[in-house]
Each structure stands twice: as C-alpha cells, then as structure tokens.
C-alpha cells in the first residue's frame, strides 16, 4: 500500500455507475404503484389457476380410473382364477354347478350381500329343475334361507319375491306360491316417479318381473290347480308385454292342448320354434325350446316331424347323335331311359342296320 505524506493512504472503492436520468424508471405518474394490483395481472393469475386445478384434476382422474381398471382386472383374472380351479377338481362338475360354488364362496368372504345372496337362489333355483327329487329340495331349501335373507333387509325386492315364487311352486305349494307371486306384481306395478333419472331401465324391470309374474302364476294354475282359463289370462296377458318370450308361447301351448285345443296348441308351438330359430345356434336355451317342440309335435302332429321325401330322379331326355362313319356309312345314335339304339345307314341308302345296346353297357 502506497503511503502519502501523512501515512497509508486509503483504499477507495470504485464509484458505481449511474444510470441516466433520463432513463431512470419513475412512478411518479403511476397512481397504482404496484402492478400486480392491476385488474390485468389479477385476471392472467386466475386463469393460470383455473388451467392449474383443470390439468391436476385430469392426472388425479386419469390415476383414479387407472386405479379402478386394474383393481377390476385383478378382480376378473381372480375369479377366472377360481373357476379354473374348481374346473380342475371337479372334472365333471356343470357350469351351473360351478357358478354356484363361485358364489358360495363369495358370500364367505361378503356375508349379508344381498346381490349374491339373490344369485345363489336363482342358480339353486335353476339347478333344482334338472336334479332328482331329493338332490333338488336341498337346493330348494338353500334357496329358499337366501331368499329369506335378502327380504329381511330389503322387503320389497321384486325379484327375490318373484324367486321365492318359484321355489313354492317346485315344493307343489300353490298357495305359497301365489302369494309370492303376488306380492312381486304388487310391486312391480308400483308407479315410477316422473323425475327419477333412471325411469327407463326401472320402467324395463318391473315390466320384465311383470312378465315372470304371470308366467309364474300361469305355471300354478296348469300343473297344481289344472285352471286353465286363468293360465291362459296369464300367458296372455305376459305375451301382451313381451310378445318375443318363447316360455309364454310354449306354455300357452300346454294349455291349449290341456283344453283340448290342438290348432290353438300347434300354432303356439310353432310360434316359440320360430323364435328359437333367432337364438344363437346350438345355445341351451335354443335346445330347450326345440326339445319340448318335438315332444309336442309327437302328439299333435308326428308327420310334421317326417323328413321330406327325396325328390324322384328326373327322366333322362332322349338325345340324338349323327356320326359319320368310314366308308360313306352315317352311324345314328339314339339315348333312351333303357336303351342305347345306334341305326347304320350306308350312303348309297341301302337298307339301315339297327343295334340295340342297353344302358348298362353290356351288350346283348
């Protein structure tokens, strides 16, 4: 450090450049002072917000969906898991069958599911109409403690009624089974509120356990109570709402041939053929309605069963060839449903030769 005449002299910083004043901001005239208090900037933050909440409310929506796809995945590939599994032990076991021990074991790990609980009955239901006798009233049975079950917390589900009905009815329970019936049509006739936001699909259901309704009671009234012309009011009036039910069709021909009516039944029969014909080829349904087609049409009209006959073979139309032969000679060849004949005509018009070969080809 260099020294002056009276000691060190001090170290000065370097001034700091000024900027011009005519450059210089100033507020001066800014009555607002701040600009982030401008309607302009408020109005730029709360858009970059509003696009903010949009962008993090699709990432949250699209991992949500995500979520649930996979969980809905898994929960697919673990039932199609157990179905497989109880394939394997159970090599002879139905598809009704397995659905049953599927939902057995569902309502193990859920119990009090009112939903399973109903489709356990109705797979019961189903099963017991193919078993003997003592294997189908333990199913009905069971069937009947899910019912029950589902109507203790939800008395007014149509279709477990509707369910129940049909056990009594397999139990030969006419009374029961009305009653059951009854109150499902009760229920299913009650009006729908104008305002409900899904009065198609409720409006579709109670129609359809309207349909079951009637059929079910049309079923009493043919094979316990043999009262026909109240089956018929039934089935007539079930087909009314679903003109494209083939039980309608097929019982309603039960009852005409009860009657004594085989017209009526035959063309009933035929109707729920023709509907069977729309189904998928070879479904259990389709195989069901042609089953018990062929069983009516035994007694009703056996040759309408026949296989048509084979048409005849056509005449074979008689042809006729010239051919010249060597030596001036004309060979006439004619074709008959037996025989071949060939006339010989010389040219110098001789008298003709005349050879008859059959058509098997061997000569006489």
Known sequence: ??????GPRKRTRP????????????FEDDDEGDLRDS?????????????????????????????IASNMSSDTDRQQQEQTQQAEQNPGQSPLSAEIARYQ???KNKPGDTELQRL???????????????????DLAEARTQFEGVLKNDPDNMQVWVGLGHVNLLQKDAAKALESYGKAMELAKRPIKADARDKDSLTAENEQVQVDTHLGQAKVHLELDKKYEEALADLDAALKLNPGVADGYLLRGRVQMARKQPEAARRDFTLAKEI??????????QMNIYSQYVAAMKILDPKALEAPPM????????????????????VNTTVTNDTVVRTTTPVNGTA???ATTPANGTNP
Do not use: D, W
């Open 15 to 26: 001034a700091k450049p000024q900027r011009p004043a005519h450059l210089a901001p100033s």
């Open 352 to 354: 003709p030769v005349n």
């Open 120 to 138: 356990l009955g109705v797979c019961l239901v189903e099963r017991a109409k193919t078993e003997n006798p003592a294997e189908a009233q333990k």
């Open 311 to 330: 048409p005849a073979p056509s005449a074979i139309p008689s042809t006729s060839s010239n051919t010249s032969a060597p030596g001036n000679v004309t």
């Open 1 to 6: 450090m260099s020294r002056g005449p009276r």
């Open 276 to 285: 069977a014909e729309t189904l998928p080829p070879g479904s259990q349904e």
């Open 105 to 107: 074991s569902e309502l």
């Open 39 to 67: 309607p302009e900037y408020k109005k730029r933050q709360a858009i970059i917000r509003v696009g903010t909440g949009i962008l993090l409310f699709a990432f949250l929506s699209t991992s949500g969906i995500t979520c």
